[in-house]
């Protein structure tokens, strides 16, 4: 099962990783002033990765392959790592519909 790790950044900002069930991060949020906003990431994830056209399919100008997550409002939630094929980037899609919904959260 998934899992969402909230850390603190260097600069004081919290932020999210979604990982799969094997450790790997699927998605990574942007930097957030305080923890609650961080949670309420976390939420609109659960939330959005549910609808497929809120993932927003794109390619690296090295031409690989990611994906950015979007809310409701076009904002970015989260943003996924370089694949080397569009097959990955797709199967990332997948973990982040599979794992999100029921990921639990934890503190690094």
Do not use: H, W
Request: with cysteine; charged share 30%; glycine share 10%.
């Amino acid at each position: 099962m998934g899992k969402f790790v909230i850390s603190t950044r260097k600069n004081g900002e919290f932020q999210f990783n979604l990982k799969a069930g094997n450790g790997q991060t699927i998605l990574a949020s942007e930097g957030y002033t305080t923890k609650a906003a961080c949670e309420n990431g976390i939420e609109s994830v659960r939330k959005n990765s549910q609808d497929d056209s809120k993932f927003e399919r794109l390619e690296a100008k090295n031409g690989k392959p990611y994906f950015n997550l979007k809310a409701g409002n076009g904002q970015i939630i989260g943003s996924s790592e370089m694949y080397e094929s569009v097959a990955s980037r797709d199967n990332g899609i997948e973990s982040v519909k599979k794992n999100a919904p029921d990921a639990t959260v934890e503190e690094a």
